[in-house]
Each structure stands twice: as C-alpha cells, then as structure tokens.
C-alpha cells in the first residue's frame, strides 16, 4: 500500500514503524510541519500493560525507550502543609523529545520518508492519491476540521487554566502539591522524566486564575515556542516551597484550557484518525501518548490482517473506541474532580488524599491495600476514628439519618417491581423486601410508592391512598421489623406524565392500550415520541398533589415506616417540575430554578409538617438531564440545599429519565461524582446524609465510595436482585463479623464463604533471600548523576 501520514508526533511515527516492519513493500510517507527536534512539553509517562506491548510489538524500540526511563513506585501528596506517601503504583517516565527521536531513528531505519518542516497535502489529494491517510496531526487536527461532516467531532472545552512547565528539580516519585492560597486552591501534578528534570504542571480554576491576576496576559498573542514568562515568574514565587530553590524551565509555556476530543466515527473511506486526532484524555491519569501508541499497534495489526482497507479500518475502531471511551469516563471523572478542589479543602487530609488517589475510579481502596497495605490500613483507621467506632470495612460502619441509626450503610435502592392489583402490596412485595432486609442491609426501600391512583406508573404499581393498602404494607415492615436489624423506608411519588403506561416488561413509557387515566405535568410536553401528552396542572390540581402525598405520608407513619422519601427524581411529576426541559410554565412554577422548585418544595413542606420528627424525611433527585438545555450537577447542588434548608435529612442523588431522548455517560458507579459534590458542597456543613446510587455493584466500590467522603451511604439496586443476600456475603469476602453484617440466626451457619478451590497447596519457596515489604512497596527515583542523559 501506499500510506499518508499527517503529523509526526508519536502516534504516526511509531505506526509508520510497525507498518514498515510487517511488510517492507509498503510504501510510507509522513509530512511534519515541525523540525525533527522541536517538540512541546516535557515528560511522557506509560504504564506497565502499554511497556509489554509494546516490547511484544517492536523490541528494539521497547529496549531504547527502557534504558531512558525514569521509574519509581510512590506517589507523594502534599495538602496544605501535610504530606502523604502511597507506593506500590508502578510508573515509568522519559523526556518527549528522546521518545520522538527513538521513534524518528527506528521510522527513518525502517524506510519511512520523512518530510520535516513542511506542510501536508491537501486530504482530498492525498485520500486519492493514497491507499490510506492517516491524520495524526493532534488535537486540532486539521483533517479532522476538513472531514467534520464525516467524523463528527465533540470538542469539550473545560474551565481548568493549566500551564505544562519543566524544573530542574528531579522529583523522586510523582508528586501531587495542592496548596490554599489567598485566591483559592492551586495544584501541581509533577514527575520526574530523567536525572536531570521533571514535570511541573500547574492546575486551577478559571476562577482563581483570574483572581490571581494570571489573566494579565490574557490577551497577549504568544508565538509558538515563546512561554509567558510573567506567569512562571508569579509560579516560582507562589510555589517557591515546592521547587525547593530550583528553576522552572519553559518549553512553549502558556495557560492552556483542556479539550476533550470526540469523535463519532474515526474513519472516512480511506482516512482514518489516530491518537490526540481521534480522542484526548485529561493529563492527570497520563494517558495521551500511551493511548496514541496503544493506537498504532492496533491500526498497524488490523491492517497486516484483514484484506481490505475498510474492513481493517472498521476492526481498528471496533476494537480501540470502547477502550478509549473508558479512559475517556475515568479521565472525566478525573479532570472535573480537579475542577472543584476547591470543595474538599475542609477533608482531612488522609481523606483528601485517598478522595484525589481514587478520584477516577479507576484505582479503589482494594487497588490500594494490595499495593500499599499500610497505607490502606491508615485510610480505614481514620475513618473509624472520626466516625468514632472502632475499625471496621467502611460500608459496616453504622451511620445515622436524622435520628434514625442503621447498623451499616447499605442500601437496598427504590425498585418498581409493577406487581400490585389495585395498588395492593401484596406476598410478592413481602418476599421481594423481607429477603432483602434478611440479606442484611441496612435500609431497604420501597418501590416508588404512588399517592393516588392516578398518580401510579402503570396499573402494577402499589400505592398508600387506601388505609387497605396501608394496611398490606404494615404486614410488610412488621416482618422486617421482626426478623432482621433492617429499617425500612417508604418512597412517595406521583407518576406525572410518565403514568398510565404499560408494565415494563410490557413495553416500558408505553401509553396502555385500555383503560389508560389522565395524567398530568408542568406544562402540557410529552415524555417522548409516542407517549402521553399531559394535561398542564392547574391550581386545583396542584393542592390535590399536595393533600394525597399529605393523607400517603400520614399512612405511611401508620405503616410503621422507619424513614419517609420523596420522590423528586426520574421525570416523575416533582422531578418534571424542577427539570427547565418538562416545565415550561410561565407563572411562578416555572421559568427560573427558585421558581421550578416552588411546588416539589411545597409538597416536601406538607410531608415534611405531617411525619414526626423522630422520622427522617428524605428526598431524591436527578442530579444531571443528560440533555443539552436541563438541569446539569451545578444546578444539582442549588436543588439539593434547598431541600436540605426545608428539612431534608438526606438526599438520595440520582439522575436522568427526564426525557425519552437523554444521553447518559454509563459506565461504574458514573452518578457517584454527583454525589460527591452535593456532599462537599451542601449536605456535609449541614448535617444531611447524601446516599449515591447507579451501577455500584462491589463491596469494594461502595468502600472506596465511603472513605473518600463521596458519600455517606451506598444504594444498590440490581446488585440484591442478582443477590438478595449481597451484603451479608460482603461481609463473608471480607471476613468481617460483628454488628454491622449480623446473619438471622436461621442462616448461621453459612456465614462462612463456601471453599471454592483446593485449600491443601502449599507454595513453593521461588528465593532464598526476601526483601522487606517496604522495599518492593516503596521505589524512589534516585539516579546516578553519572549515568544522566543530559537534557537541554
């Protein structure tokens, strides 16, 4: 084939190797409009599952790049004046420019041409004159603007300011600075890259950017290579401590907002993107030029091993989109948890630290405990000790909602099961909820639990309008009450216009093909393409609203329910009220956000007035509309402090189902962030409880949820229909016995985990000699200056 590249970065070198190498016939050409040795910032860092690929795929290259590398184990925190050590990550570093060159040599000895200083063709003459483009040109990538129609690009412009810098202070691990000045939190994300230097990433809020007068030259045009030398001289002096007397060195420095790339497609024909072209991960979990070389391997393999171009094109992002996508979720989790730094400044600082080591969700507190026993030891202390109980797994720590104590803080989710006639709970609701309060958990909740029959889902839904249905549900709580440690909980909602539907297994959102019911909203919009137009509530039916959830929550009480729940989330009819895409009225309902949450805060005020105070009232919101134009997680927080300043004692943070047509980013524990911010920046001052919900699944998830302060509590879902016995077996895996997981004494005697495997082995001794837990823990970056490459 004859192949074009576009941009000799690390990704187009390193494929325009490995293509040459599979078959030498090819015929490849590369175009750079930069110099061989010019090259912007400093340090690259790859991990250990990257460094084996590539060995296996190029060992030449591989052995090169090794005998540069800077490697180390710890990372160090340093927050406000307390610093912390975790070891065990694994991390291996060297300068940008010698990787280009390793990868320039190795291209130019593998019969690549290479044309430096000049500019590509023109796409459109290189895809005919080509068997094969390649745009590896960067993040504004050219090709990529020219084809946009065809790759339907997503460009996310973040309100971070970061500046990339060098200093010649050799850190010995990566380095994490985070310091509290005068005009707010500052970060530094530095590593060492040889003997001779290290990154010095410097990291803020827009914000504190302006306020501390870096926005002085804003409007100053840097030409490229040229740094901005009033903002590294205020950087030296702010982080004067850091630098320890050392120089901050400047590549092309200026303040930079990150972007992150998206690409709907990543192929055209016979064009096809690769690396920063085709997508851009946040700089704090270090992955660009790991994932542009992870790229090129791939792209490389497709292409040695499916006969066509297209064929090879459609593997290649097949097989690399999802797992960039991953990097992508935890890169986001990551870069907006940098975004609000600010909120976790009260966080002590062992919490702070485990909070930014987890931050993506990648790494988790078992990550930390295999790699760093020590170090996760001190997380759960601590924990302990400011929870004022004695060491336990976090997720058994008993916790309080207002004045109701739960003996751990799991949390059986609201699950609509659309099993009722005529709204009766009935042996099906007894067996669903009693099995999961015996399965341990500390508060089960009900389904969503409708305040009038019009006011149901569908016709399977249960209900509190009847005493007759108080009365099937106080069977219910009885048995929970009597035969585990559970409390339960009662959620009440009304369906607005998502009511009058099919069963799920029906056809979920579905208008029922008889005997539908009138089903009214904010304003008169219909939850999506064929389902019910609502009328738009008037004043007679908004006191209605008020006197059923009012006469359910008096019911409710009766029952004998330990906690009552609003339900304001999922597009139901107070979630539609807060949400600025389902309520569109124009009179003080609707309009600004203190409007839109006038008549939700109306009917937890009456609910509120009518449950005892010994009875904790409880809301849940969606904190995110996955949709351009609705409610967003900042809008999440003023929501969620205005319910606590009416009484709420905790807010249960969901998201979404507020539009047929939303676009939610899925993935582990995704609406857990959420959580985090309403945590840090409303419900911890004021004593509310947050509980986080939505694909959390593991003990070790709901643990690392817990002691990094995202959350109070955990509520899972799914995870006790697989296991309605989930908690207690928690407990089991982590050979925790005590008040937290307690077993009904009818099922004892499983407490213990069954024997999987052979437990008879005995492992041979492989040395004669061990080194000490702490050396393998613990590797620093201390070389000879002897041996250094010097680095200009």
Known sequence: MRIAIVGGGPAGLYFAALIKQLDPTHVVTVWERNAPDDTFGFGVVFSDETLGSIEGADPVVHKLMEERFAQWTDIDMHIDGHSLTVGGQGFAAMGRRELLEILQQRAAESGVEINFRTEAPDVDSLRVDFDLVIAADGANSKVRTQLADAFEPSLDRRRNKYIWLGTDLVFEAFQFFVIQTEWGTMQVHGYPYSAEGSTFIVEMHEDVWRAAGFDATATQEFPPGVSDEYAVTRIQEIFSDALDGHRVLTNNSKWLNFTTVRNGSWYDGNV??????????????????????????????????????????????????????STQRAAQASLEWFENIGLYAGQDPDQFCFNLLTRSRRITFENLRERDPKFAHRIEARFAHNNGHDQTPAMFQPVRIGDLELANRIVVAPMDMYSATDGMANDFHLTHLGSKALGGAGLVMTEMVCVSAEGR???????????????????????????????????????????????????????????????????RLPYGPGCHVP??????????????????????????????????????????????????????????????LRFPLEVFDAVRATVPP????????????????????DDAVGIARAFVDHGAAAV?????????????????????????????????????????VGAISSYDDVNSILLAGRADLCALGRTHLYNPHWTLHAAAEQEFRGEGATWPPQFAAGRRRPPTSRTDKVPPRLSLLRSSAADRVHQRWRPRRDLAVTVS
């Not at 690396?275 to 992955?287: E, K, L, N, V």
């Not at 249960?652 to 189902?657: D, E, L, M, W, Y």
């Not at 582990?668 to 419900?683: H, N």
Request: aromatic fraction near 6%; proline fraction near 4%; charged fraction near 25%.
């Open 652 to 692: 249960h943070v969901s998201s979404g189902q507020v539009a047929k047509e939303e676009r939610p980013a899925y993935g582990r524990s995704y609406q857990t962030p959420f959580a985090d911010k309403i945590r840090a920046g409303v419900a911890a001052e004021a004593g509310a409880r947050v509980i986080a």
């Open 535 to 596: 009328r738009e509530a008037d004043e007679a039916d908004l006191r209605k609203v008020v006197d059923d959830f009012v006469a359910a929550a008096r019911r409710a009480v009766e029952a004998g329910f330990d906690l009552v729940e609003v339900h304001a989330a999922h597009g139901y009819l107070l979630s539609s009220f807060l949400s600025p895409l389902a309520n569109h009225r124009t009179d003080g309902y609707g309009g600004s956000l203190e409007n839109r």
């Open 272 to 325: 096809v993107l690769l690396g920063d072209a085709a997508h851009t991960a946040h700089f704090s979990i270090g992955s660009g030029t790991k994932l542009a070389m992870e790229d090129a391997l791939a792209l490389a393999a497709c292409l040695h091993e499916h006969p066509s171009v297209a064929e090879a094109l459609a593997a290649y992002e097949a097989e690399r989109k999802p797992v960039v996508e």
């Open 614 to 633: 010994s009875i904790p009232v409880t809301v849940r919101i969606s904190a995110h509309d996955w949709l351009p134009g609705g409610n967003t997680d």
């Open 457 to 523: 889902i569908t016709p399977g839904c249960t209900g509190l309008y009847r005493d007759d249905q108080r009365d099937a549900y106080a069977r219910i709580v009885d048995f929970v009450h009597g035969n585990s440690r559970a409390k339960i909980g009662v959620q009440l909602g009304h369906s607005g216009r998502k009511g009058s539907t099919k069963l799920m297994w029906e056809g979920i959102d579905q208008p029922l093909d008889a005997g539908n019911w009138e089903v009214i909203a904010p304003s």
